[in-house]
């Protein structure tokens, strides 16, 4: 019988905390993959955020730091000045980077700074519960917009990726998504190519992961999926925002 | 070494190089710019970067992940800064992080004013940020008693693995004074075993963290950090005691005041009364033995300070009821003339003696 599928050596053998049907279980695999494939696992070091993605620094076999809540951009940035050669990414969800975060990954992208940032948007903040986020639909629920969100209490969701490819400093910038096979291959390319960006010490790059959350969506997991195809895509448009010019 | 004429911020900056800092970030606000402007012009010449945060915050989690890999960091501000970094600063206490952390303290609460303060003392000694921490705090009463303590507080930082603070005000930044760079006594530091290197190696991970989510782990790591908090309390308290023997009254002061203290103790000897001084150096570790002993002559302690009354609660503390503690204070930028000083002394013997 021939192996078809195994485990990834760019993941520790752990259960995980994350909710059945969650999405974050794919990208671990898509950044653990891709991190192994490119000959990097062991010199990465990342940073975990706040959020569900809290624990990331269990679950990569690599060195890793614990940054507090939106200044995973921040801590990235202190610990790849020093540490050069290393691959520094960040993992984040889209509560801690675009709302609390905004200023620590905007100022860290106009630096120019040398890391990778691994933006997961499921447009909720899910560790706390699913309250509103900078990223929440007009119109979606949340514990903390019961009644939708409304554009004239609450304004607009964030387009971090178009946001950030408007800076000098950001080299690279793409949303993917992950809410099927092809979708996660897509996915994984471009994951892949903003850790080699920072190799090639191009500058800031970002992979921002369109995400689900069954959970706190109050979905089924396939329900999700399609949620965020029907409702997320048309407002947060896949594609490649900026990428660095082939010599 | 020739003696060297030096504002405090720069003094500051020229240690803290000389004690092999090699990282910098800052953010700008006054009456601490000199240090960042200087660690930006002096850093790159010696092998180091200086590097401009977008605020506090972000320069205080620029520390937390430059730290993290074992190199001497390094961060200044003044007290509204200062405030924006306590988050970081319990995250650095918590994952056990060295670094040195400058606050040339200004007045407060809110935007307040740029002149000289000590309205901090309980933000830098009770731990100003969440949770069960403390940091060694020193308090230089000269530019070049800045200088020593800001090399020492490195290898300090590195001992214990802690963030150390060094609570200067405005004075203390802005005057000038001649200082020259003599080396700390050799300590044995720890090897850097626990920070992330250069080469990641296979199998071996470096986690800095301070995320503990079981309550059963947790308290152990608390009950650590408070057996090294320990070990700083039982070595590292520092403090001056002058002019104590056969006192009438002693003053408390630190930094700048107690400089104004000297000279009152010089005014009162005119009148015949005789002013002691116990001023503390580290004001966390608080040097409760100094307060241990007092002549049978002492009637009052005299807390000196440019706040509202806030080093006078360790005083105090120290005490233990055995003394009246008296308070004399000045705010909102004022600094305490030396004449205000004597006649506080004169109120508590009710008129001269």
């Known amino acids: 019988m021939s192996l078809v599928f195994e485990r990834t050596e760019g993941l520790v053998d752990m259960p995980t905390h994350y909710c059945p049907g969650c999405t974050h279980g794919i990208i671990h695999r898509l950044v653990a993959e891709s991190l192994v494939e490119l000959g990097l696992m062991d010199d990465a070091v990342c940073i975990a955020s706040v959020g569900c993605s809290v624990f990331t620094y269990k679950y990569f076999p690599c060195d890793a730091y614990q940054a507090s809540h939106g200044r995973a951009a921040a801590v990235a940035t202190g610990a790849k000045r ?61 514990t903390t917009s019961p009644y939708g969100r409304k554009a004239e209490l609450q304004g607009y969701p964030i387009k971090v990726s178009e946001m950030l490819s408007t800076l000098d400093g950001t080299a690279f ?75 | 070494m020739a003696k060297l004429l030096m504002k405090g911020n720069e003094a500051v900056g020229a240690a803290a190089i000389k004690a092999g800092c090699k990282y910098f970030f800052g953010y700008p606000i006054t009456p601490q710019n000199e240090l960042p402007e200087y660690m930006s012009r002096e850093l790159p010449k010696n092998n180091g970067l200086y590097l401009q945060a977008e605020s506090e915050i972000g320069a205080i989690n620029m520390v937390y992940g430059a730290a993290g890999t074992g190199e001497r960091v390094m961060t200044s501000s003044s007290s509204p800064g200062i405030a924006l970094k306590q988050e970081g600063i319990s995250y650095l206490c918590g994952a056990e992080l060295p670094c040195v952390i400058v606050n040339m303290s200004r007045v407060g609460p809110g935007l307040g004013g740029i002149q000289p303060a000590q309205a901090d003392y309980f933000q830098a000694t009770r731990g100003g940020g969440n949770g069960d921490y403390c940091t060694p705090v020193y308090a230089p009463a000269s530019i070049q008693e800045t200088v020593d303590l800001v090399m020492e507080s490195f290898d300090v930082a590195e001992t214990y693995r802690t963030p150390v603070i060094v609570l200067g005000d405005g004075m203390i930044g802005q005057m000038m004074e001649s200082v020259e760079f003599n080396e700390p006594k050799k300590r044995e530091l720890p090897p850097r075993d626990w920070a992330v ?61 107690s400089r ?37 002559e002492t009637k009052a302690l005299l807390s000196v300070e440019m706040s509202a009354g806030q080093m006078i609660d360790d005083v105090k503390i120290a005490n233990e009821g055995r003394l009246p503690v008296e308070f004399y204070g000045r705010m909102g930028g004022i600094v305490p003339k030396p004449i205000e000083v004597v006649e506080k002394v004169k109120e508590i013997f009710g008129g001269a003696k």
Not at chain 1, 91 to 108: F, R, S, W
Request: charge should be neutral; aromatic fraction near 8%; proline fraction near 6%.
């Open chain 1, 82 to 142: 020093v540490l050069e050669d290393r691959t520094v990414f960040t993992y984040q969800g889209d509560g801690d980077l675009a709302a609390i975060g905004t200023a620590e990954t905007v100022h860290a992208a106009a630096r120019g700074e040398n890391i990778t940032i691994i933006y997961v948007n499921n447009a909720i903040y899910g560790m706390t519960g699913g309250q509103m986020a900078p990223t929440t639909l007009v119109g979606q629920k949340a």
């Open chain 1, 173 to 247: 910038a793409e949303r993917v998504s992950v809410h099927n096979p092809a979708h996660v291959r897509k996915a994984k390319k471009a994951i892949k190519k903003a850790f080699e960006v920072q190799t090639a010490k191009e500058g800031f790059s970002i992979v921002e992961i369109l995400s689900t959350c069954a959970t706190n969506w109050g979905m089924t997991p396939p329900d999700a999926l399609n949620w965020l195809e029907d409702n997320m895509i048309p407002y947060y448009p896949l594609g490649n925002f900026k990428t660095p010019e082939e010599n």
């Open chain 2, 260 to 296: 104004i203290v000297r000279n009152a103790i010089k005014m009162l000897e005119n009148d015949g009364i005789k002013l002691g001084l116990i001023r503390p150096i580290t004001l966390w570790p608080f040097p409760h033995e100094a307060f241990k002993d007092f002549s049978p």
């Open chain 2, 197 to 257: 290197p250069q080469k990641g190696k296979k199998g071996e991970k470096i986690l800095i963290n301070s995320l503990y989510i079981m309550p059963e782990d947790m308290e152990p790591h608390i009950q650590k950090l408070f057996r090294k908090y320990d070990v700083i309390k039982e070595k590292e308290v520092r403090y001056e005691k002058y002019n104590c023997e056969g006192a009438d009254v002693v003053a408390v002061a630190y930094g700048t005041v």
